[in-house]
């Protein structure tokens, strides 16, 4: 976006407007007179076309199985799988020859920036589901063009950065969104949060994980796997990275404060919802007491 653009922006809007300043002016959105997301989208003029959230809602009742990306990926092997939906997130497509992938989620925008060869080969995968952000669609059209995208959009938010409304700074998302239904709270921990109805916006906890745990369960999914959860040795690699191309990691500093209170309210939601949950990675620093644990070979065996 110009400096000129965003100088205007920000002379014009309070400081709580400033995540959109590289949207404006180029997004328009319509927003769902009832539920509130987005539902139609034009970027520099074009017409995104945009998957209906609210198609999605209860859209399945199965399995799914979440591909994260730590090194425990290595260990597993993908040809006893039995068929179900496959979820991945950030560089998981890298597997793309042992897996089929029907679900992606990036919220990363420095993934997109910096892993463009991975994010050129999702976009161009017509059976893909792609949720992301709009900051993130902005980033594939502006890098890619539209007409390089072949999969579908599912435009989700940051519920406390929804597009064109003010941010709800941490030490308010208790208060601001305590009167919704949808939407729990960890009883320690009044800044985080997870909602049941992605459309009004989905709670960041570091990591996408938390927010595929919240799109899979709009979804209807009633078991979920998740692969590579293995949130220890930050220092290592990925499972697709070697230690000349890793990206860097923040999630050492965030593992104890939010993350593990995160998902500890992510569990107690979704066994309320009568989803269960299976830790894939034996060695994940996350408890049994949160997800259970259960190697690759004893979930998938006959």
Known sequence: MSTFFKQIYRYTRPRAYRHNENLWPFCRITRASTTGDITQLRYKGQP?????LTDWHHRFSSDALITATGPSINEMDFAGLPPMTVVGVNGAYA???????????????????????VVRAII???????????????????????????CRLALIEDACYRIYQPRVPGEGVGRHFGQEPHIRFSPDHPDIAFTTDIRSGIFDAGTVVFWALQILLYLGFTRLYIAGLDMTNFHQPRFYETDHDKLPSFLAEKFA???????????E??????VEVKNLSLNSALSSETFEKVSFDDAFQD
């Open 95 to 117: 597997l793309k020859d042992r897996l089929d992938f029907q679900l992606y989620i990036i919220v990363d925008m420095s993934f997109i920036d910096r892993r463009t060869d």
């Open 48 to 52: 995104v076309p945009l998957v209906p």
């Open 257 to 267: 404060s939010i993350i593990v209170p995160a998902f500890t309210l992510a569990s």
């Open 124 to 150: 161009a995968d017509p059976m893909l589901t792609l949720f992301t952000t709009l900051h993130g669609i902005a980033r594939i059209i502006d890098r890619f063009t539209l007409a390089a995208v072949r």
């Open 269 to 274: 939601v979704l066994h309320h919802h009568g």
